[in-house]
């Protein structure tokens, strides 16, 4: 994203086992729904990209600074969308396509035109591109614009210019703001950001403020993650060497409140646990991952999800690009059980704001968590307060099935 996670737009699916923070970075991603599972006859592309010019320092994702293999990978891209084509059902309309990352921004304008060429581009409602703030120019953003991009998601991550340098981020807060402007005196009308915080050092007073100039700037989409410091990341080393610390888990608890509050005074919607939007800006395809629409992940990395079973494309490139030029798709594939589906469905639902339906078997396990208030029942929806929101990943681990 210039953020997300390999797959899906921003979301990871988490095993009972791995169910660890409840707003850690990262924490996205599945597909049954909160409703009970039911098709709409919509389906989704996510498409990764992992190139980046510089590795962030709290980065997990699979990404890559091997910048001249873009064109090859893109061509290895559209070669796997023609090896694929039967993936999604027939009847399925692709109503969103989503170029994660990585950084999709480091695709050149050409090599872009071409892979939205081969993708169903008329028939998607939203297509979103991930883009670093340091790549925004007037050029590219009118370029995306004709070639029907009409949602950019920047990875701000902050304002302040000491923070910025401390992630390794490649821009500084005056970038991020022109880089937002730019884009929004180009026409996109539908711009979401993400922030980060309880990074180590970061006080609340400096997180307020984040929140307040992303309010200022007027974008209609904000995803905020809590940082995770995650194994095989430069922060992690430098934890182990005892130069940072992980966020005292209260700071992180009153940023998130503040976040939810701040937002929602500012007439921002909180519709999942990472994610606020204006009415009318929730983001399509990221919802689709909460309430069962099939998606086809194309790239190296990508998940896919066809109803009944997930399958991942090699998270390796020259292993992908030497793959999809012999013809075959690299990829591994787990059939869903009755019980995978089940835990997923809790696991997706309760972090939306429309909670997951309370069946007989989930009010069971439910009612310590009601009492405590950490759970409400609202029209026969089970839906997780703020303090339950608070240690999510406990609830959904008590609430699924073993
Ligand atoms: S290195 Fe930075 S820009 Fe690249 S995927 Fe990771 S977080 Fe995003």
């Given at each position: 994203m210039d953020e997300a996670p390999v797959g899906r737009g921003k979301v990871k699916v988490e095993s009972r086992k791995s169910v660890r923070r409840s707003r850690s970075v990262f924490c996205q991603r599945s597909g049954l729904s909160a409703k009970g599972g039911q098709q709409n006859n919509m389906a989704g592309i996510y498409v990764h990209i992992p190139f980046c010019k510089t590795r962030c320092a709290y980065c997990a994702f699979f990404s890559t600074t091997a910048l001249p293999m873009r064109s090859r990978y893109v061509t290895a891209l559209i070669k796997e969308y023609a090896l694929r084509s039967d993936y999604l059902p027939k009847d399925e309309t692709v109503r969103t396509i989503y170029l994660g990352g990585g950084t999709p921004s480091q695709i050149s304008k050409s090599d872009l035109a071409r892979l939205l060429q081969a993708l169903p581009v008329k028939q998607a409602e939203e297509i979103t591109i991930e883009a670093n703030p340091s790549d925004i120019t007037a050029r590219r953003l009118r370029a995306w614009r004709e070639m029907g991009i009409n949602r950019l998601s920047m990875g701000i991550q902050s304002f302040n210019d000491a923070t910025l340098s401390f992630l390794h981020r490649r821009h500084n807060s005056r970038r991020a703001k022109t880089a937002i402007r730019m884009a929004q005196e180009a026409g996109f009308s539908n711009i979401s950001i993400d922030l980060m915080y309880a990074l180590p050092g970061q006080t609340y007073e400096q997180w307020q403020t984040d929140i307040e100039t992303a309010l200022s700037m007027g974008v209609q989409h904000i995803s905020s993650y809590c940082l995770s410091i995650e194994p095989g990341t430069a922060?992690?080393?430098?934890?182990?060497?005892?130069?940072?610390?992980?966020?005292?888990?209260?700071?992180?608890?009153?940023?998130?409140?503040?976040?939810?509050?701040?937002?929602?005074?500012?007439?921002?919607?909180?519709y999942e646990v990472s994610?606020?939007?204006?009415?009318?800006?929730?983001?399509?395809?990221?919802?689709?991952?909460?309430?069962?629409?099939?998606?086809?992940g194309l790239g190296a990395g990508a998940h896919s999800y066809n109803g009944t079973s997930r399958q991942w494309n090699v998270a390796n490139l020259p292993k992908y690009l030497s793959s999809i030029h012999d013809g075959k798709v690299p990829c591994k594939r787990?059939?869903?059980?009755?019980?995978?589906?089940?835990?997923?469905?809790?696991?997706?639902?309760?972090?939306?704001?429309?909670?997951?339906?309370?069946?007989?078997?989930?009010?069971?396990?439910?009612?310590?968590?009601?009492?405590?208030?950490?759970?409400r029942l609202t029209n026969g929806q089970l839906i997780a307060t703020q303090e339950g929101i608070n240690i999510l990943n406990t609830i959904i681990t008590d609430l699924m099935r073993e």
């Open positions: 922060l992690w080393r430098q934890r182990v060497k005892g130069r940072v610390q992980d966020a005292d888990d209260d700071l992180a608890n009153e940023m998130y409140a503040c976040l939810r509050q701040r937002l929602q005074d500012a007439g921002y919607t909180h994610n606020f939007a204006l009415p009318g800006y929730v983001s399509k395809h990221n919802s689709s991952y909460w309430d069962g629409t099939l998606y086809l787990e059939m869903l059980t009755v019980t995978d589906r089940y835990n997923e469905q809790v696991m997706l639902g309760l972090r939306t704001c429309q909670g997951i339906a309370a069946t007989d078997e989930l009010m069971h396990k439910a009612q310590p968590y009601i009492h405590s208030g950490k759970l």
